[in-house]
């Protein structure tokens, strides 16, 4: 509804209802039926994130995208648009807007204000390449990265033809034998700001991301963070693979390999020496290469040797 409410109304609404086990696909008829701009897809069977987002691009006709997590919502009325008078007419390709979040124990709103304090005046700075694949990199043990550009798909405006060039970068083979669970729009991310020629981000609130206790992102429980850790491994390695193209001196983008670090201990608790062996390869190769920087090399033999070894 948070959709259909806008005040800018010139859109079209696609759903993709990814095999879902409720009542939902009887909710969206209900919707079309109200609302000719709605085009419903079914999976027959659930095929994760990036599939539901890509067929959604496909069967797409406009020529800019936002994507909507079903459990969230744009609570800014006036958001398509403010967008629409004061900033398409300079023909970017990615524009950001403010994140609100939504903590489920205390039913709190509250802002980011890490992201909320790099968000700068749309009159006083748009990014072009080759500085917008530029900022997205870092040097490991430096601080010589920007944390301005917000990591998810769900908080932007993006240019649709950006978005086919990425996924037939990216390709369904790689999804198909790396299933990711978590950070999937992330990774499409990454890909995104290397083929867009500039991108803004406003101060302009906007989306409201609901935070569960329940979803596999927060929840900790064993079974879950085994998974995790699994699908973060595959996230980095999945990385490696496609930003090599992009990324000249092998440097890894803002995404901290500490981080990945405490899931290669998670594997190393249950003794998963199959994904275990898959990170040396990966380790090896990135050390083997010969356009990766020595800091960067350096950075891996210390802190990755105990599975160099």
Aim: with cysteine; glycine share 2%; aromatic share 18%.
């Amino acid at each position: 509804m948070s959709i259909i409410n806008q005040s800018f109304q010139d859109f079209e609404i696609i759903i993709v209802n990814d095999n879902s086990n409720d009542k939902t696909y009887e909710v969206l008829i209900k919707l079309q039926k109200r609302d000719e701009r709605i085009k419903i897809i079914n999976h027959s069977k659930n095929l994760g994130a990036y599939h539901s987002r890509a067929e959604g691009v496909l069967n797409s006709k406009s020529k800019y995208i936002l994507f909507l997590d079903p459990d969230d919502l744009l609570f800014n009325p006036f958001l398509f648009e403010e967008i629409y008078k004061s900033y398409l007419k300079y023909n970017l390709d990615i524009i950001e807007f403010t994140v609100f979040y939504l903590k489920q124990n205390n039913k709190v709103f509250y802002i980011n204000r890490q992201i909320y304090n790099h968000y700068h005046n749309f009159t006083k700075k748009i990014i072009y390449q080759p500085e917008l694949s530029n900022i997205l990199y870092y040097k490991p043990n430096s601080k010589n990265y920007s944390t301005i550009i917000c990591r998810p798909l769900w908080n932007k405006i993006i240019k649709r033809n950006i978005l086919l060039k990425t996924i037939k970068y990216i390709g369904n083979s790689y999804y198909n034998d790396y299933y990711i669970i978590v950070t999937e729009d992330a990774l499409l991310n990454i890909i995104i700001y290397n083929f867009a020629n500039n991108y803004t981000n406003l101060n302009l609130p906007g989306y409201l991301y609901n935070i569960r206790n329940s979803s596999i992102t927060h929840t900790i429980n064993n079974d879950i963070l085994i998974k995790k850790s699994i699908s973060f491994f595959l996230f980095y390695l999945l990385f490696y693979r496609l930003i090599k193209d992009f990324d000249k001196d092998r440097n890894y983008l803002y995404f901290d390999l500490r981080l990945f670090g405490r899931f290669i201990l998670n594997l190393k608790k249950i003794n998963n020496t199959f994904f275990l062996n898959k990170a040396k390869i990966m380790f090896n190769e990135i050390l083997n290469d010969n356009k990766t920087s020595k800091e960067f090399k350096n950075y891996i033999k210390f802190s990755y040797k105990s599975i160099l070894k």
